[in-house]
């Protein structure tokens, strides 16, 4: 069974940009949650679908957001980039909501 | 907001050696789960635990469930080189709340 996917894995971009990451979560799979990882804060909750809604969100401006398809694959979009923003991005995903998570590798975002 | 106080923070040991990591909590989490990551991974999953007191093994690892429900712990038994990496707990509130909570990790070096 493949495991959780995420695109891409790798990424630069400058201050101001706007950056769209791509998470396909294993196959039954109905809930997507992602998280931000940096050196100083640790693991953080963004948010988490299922069923293309969204039941729970973390403590992040809106400028982060995020949708989940009807094929369960998710995005996630932070629009007005700033250096802090420079993290590890992991797509976790579950068979139901409250379940246990399985993380895909992460992309990298480097914002300049 | 919910913390999780993961101890310690990195130990150094000789192969062969057991190790054990601890998180305690001021909440009472419906699950925990411990999860391993390495350098350019996402974090995989070890372990979880549905309910108080419940001690589980998954090969040389062992962990628990707190009594309180505020509490896990993670014992590894004779360690080798290949269980270098930094282990996370996770607690997790359940309902509405499925998100992870994520101690700060212990990060773990094995000499040969």
């Known amino acids: 069974k493949a495991g959780v996917t995420q695109t891409p894995r790798y990424l630069i971009k400058t201050r101001g940009q706007q950056v769209t990451l791509s998470c396909s979560p294993i196959?039954?799979?109905?809930?997507v949650s992602w998280y931000q990882q940096t050196p100083g804060q640790g693991l953080q909750f963004l948010f988490e679908?299922?069923?293309?809604?969204?039941?729970n969100k973390g403590n992040f401006p809106g400028r982060f957001s995020g949708r989940q398809f009807s094929n369960s694959r998710s995005e996630m979009n932070v629009s007005t980039l700033e250096l802090g923003d420079s993290a590890l991005y992991l797509c976790?995903?579950?068979?139901?909501?409250?379940?246990?998570?399985?993380f895909g590798p992460g992309t990298r975002l480097t914002v300049l | 907001g919910q913390q999780l106080n993961q101890s310690p923070q990195s130990m150094f040991i000789q192969e062969g050696e057991d190790v054990s990591m601890n998180c305690t909590s001021s909440s009472i989490f419906n699950t925990w789960l411990w999860y391993k990551q390495e350098p350019g991974e996402g974090p995989v999953l070890l372990i979880a635990l549905y309910k108080a007191g419940e001690l589980t093994s998954n090969g040389r690892l062992t962990a628990q469930f707190g009594i309180t429900r505020k509490d896990s712990f993670l014992n590894i038994s004779a360690s080798i080189p290949s269980d270098v990496g930094i282990y996370f707990c996770?607690?997790?509130?359940?309902?509405?709340?499925?998100?992870?909570?994520f101690g700060k990790g212990t990060k773990l070096s094995v000499k040969p």
């Open positions: 976790a995903s579950s068979r139901r909501a409250s379940n246990e998570q399985f």
């Open positions: 679908y299922f069923s293309e809604t969204q039941r």
């Open positions: 196959s039954g799979h109905r809930s």
């Open positions: 996770a607690g997790q509130l359940g309902g509405s709340q499925g998100n992870l909570i």
